[in-house]
């Protein structure tokens, strides 16, 4: 089984940035895409970034577009959210997972979640 742990989080003002680091187990990290998701309090869980194997390709939704940046580090196992000019409606858990890009399509691996907080 792939681990998949979060860090980075933390309180931030308006405007400010944070950047969440994602780091996977195994040595198949560079054949997985990898994605972040959040879930503030009282809402479904929502994408917000996913990159391919290689990092050739990002996705983003909307509200975060121009303002999040996610790449990863194969070498290092490790997947990254670049977090510029946070929003107080950016607050939420923020979780990583890993896709096997197998059949069902699925993100096969969960990471527990780290807090990000924008208040001032």
């Known amino acids: 089984q792939v681990q998949v742990v979060e860090s980075g989080g933390g309180l931030v003002q308006p405007g400010g940035s944070l950047r969440l680091s994602c780091a996977a187990s195994?040595?198949?990290?560079?054949?997985?895409?990898m994605g972040w998701f959040r879930q503030a309090p009282g809402k479904e869980r929502e994408f917000v970034a996913r990159i391919t194997r290689s990092g050739g390709s990002t996705f983003y939704t909307d509200s975060v577009k121009g303002r999040f940046t996610i790449s990863r580090d194969n070498a290092k196992n490790t997947v990254y959210l670049q977090m510029n000019s946070l929003k107080p409606e950016d607050t939420a858990v923020y979780y990583c997972?890993?896709?096997?890009?197998?059949?069902?399509?699925?993100?096969?691996?969960w990471g527990r979640g780290t807090q990000v907080t924008v208040s001032s």
């Open positions: 195994g040595r198949a990290f560079s054949s997985y895409a």
């Open positions: 997972a890993a896709d096997r890009l197998v059949t069902p399509s699925r993100y096969d691996y």
